[in-house]
Nanobody
Framework: VQLQASGGGLVQPGGSLRLSCAAS????????MGWYRQVPGKQRELVAS???????NYANSVKGRFTISRDNAKNTVYLQMNSLKPEDTAVYYC????????????????WGQGTQVTVSS
């Protein structure tokens, strides 16, 4: 299973970006999907996550500005980021809990390659 993230870039403060992450492979099942971010010298932190039942969880710093959504038919998770601030600058990683024959049908955490988001004027 591979996670392919896209949609990062440079945006001015107050602007918007939409990140996408698609899972590909064969014969797998996804439970939760989410987005994390990391800046140099700091630990990776949860930004938002969504269960396969639709329950969402957000970091306090992004509540009201970011929205996570999923298209289960496409095994894709999105992160709509509005009212971006310079402190949102980070590498954003998508994450998914995946099970399949390659994991003996136990859920394992998979990571995408990361996409850079830079908020600057």
């Amino acid at each position: 299973v591979q996670l392919q993230a896209s949609g990062g870039g440079l945006v001015q403060p107050g602007g918007s970006l939409r990140l996408s992450c698609a899972a590909s492979g064969s014969a797998f099942s996804i439970r939760a999907m989410g987005w994390y971010r990391q800046v140099p010298g700091k630990q990776r932190e949860l930004v938002a996550s969504e269960s396969n039942g639709g329950s969402t969880n957000y970091a306090n710093s992004v509540k009201g500005r970011f929205t996570i959504s999923r298209d289960n038919a496409k095994n894709t998770v999105y992160l709509q980021m509005n009212s971006l601030k310079p402190e949102d600058t980070a590498v954003y990683y998508c994450n998914a809990d995946v099970s399949g024959p390659h994991t003996s049908w136990k859920y394992v955490s998979y990571w995408g390659q990361g996409t850079q988001v830079t908020v600057s004027s």
